[in-house]
């Protein structure tokens, strides 16, 4: 399982969220990681990219609200940090149609999608937990 | 600066390895010593006020378990997931590293992580410093190499 309850931030929504987006990651690591053909494993692969580049999108875009509401002075950074991600994680997907589902591309996407999303949640959305603690409006998601 | 080079990289590794890894403890010594068969190395170029690279060499074994403790997962051999998760932990400690330069009115970028074969020929930089640093999966070795902007 991917997720740890370290990567808790004390917001709820934004916690459940997280949660969702990792059991996906977590699920689209273990179809692209298994023995199975490549072949095999397209059809689910190609469902969790759509559905990644759909979630990631709502996701960035609710916790960037949160962020708003509670006037996080590191919107700007945090905010380009998405906008970053959904760039790559859209290019990647522009490079798998093309290559004709290459699954280099794949794993390698995979490989950074990891360790991206847990430095994301353990150390980038830590830090407007503590900010959100520190101004007494964690539980104030709307 | 070469000190303060090196304690930042060693910062921002440690707080890389507690944050992701789960390895609050590491320690770090002159990389004089640093010896691997067997190893990825990894290369973040840095442009701006300073201008260089910085090569992670990450032995296979560490590099494994790293990746297996932030999937939960068994890997036995080095592949292109392995060497892309590897890359954004290096390309993570380096931008935390040029944030915290940032603080110092230094300002720089970095550039995405390539793979370098070991046996590359090294370039000679103004300020060069390197960093074995020591951790419960295992060693691994910073090598800093920096010119001021002209």
Known sequence: MLWKDQYELGVPVIDAQHKELFRRVDSFLQVLRSENSWDEKIPEINETLEFMKNYVVEHFRD?????RSIDYPGYDAHKQLHADMVK???????????????????????????????????????????????????GNAK | ??????????????????????????????????????????????????????VYRFPISTSLKMVNIMSGMEFEEVDAFVTSAI?????????????ALSNNDIKCDILPPEQRGADEQKQEYEIETSSCISTAIGDICLEIGLNPAS
Request: proline share 2%.
């Open chain 2, 1 to 54: 600066m070469q000190n303060k080079l090196y304690t930042a990289f060693v910062d921002a590794t440690q707080n890389v390895f507690q944050l992701m890894l789960n390895i609050p403890e590491i320690s770090h010594r002159p990389a004089e010593d640093f010896k691997c068969d067997d190893e990825v190395d990894i290369a973040i170029g840095i442009v701006g006020d300073l201008k260089g690279e910085v």
């Open chain 1, 63 to 67: 916790e960037e609200e949160y962020q």
């Open chain 1, 88 to 138: 790559y994680v859209l290019e990647v997907s522009r490079q798998y149609e093309q290559s004709n589902k290459n699954e280099e591309l794949m794993q390698q996407f995979g490989g950074r999608l990891l360790a991206w999303l847990i430095n994301h949640v353990a150390a980038e959305d830590q830090r407007i937990a503590d900010y959100a603690k520190k101004k007494g409006v964690s």
């Open chain 2, 87 to 99: 890359s954004e932990i290096a390309n993570i400690i380096s931008g935390n590293v040029l944030t």
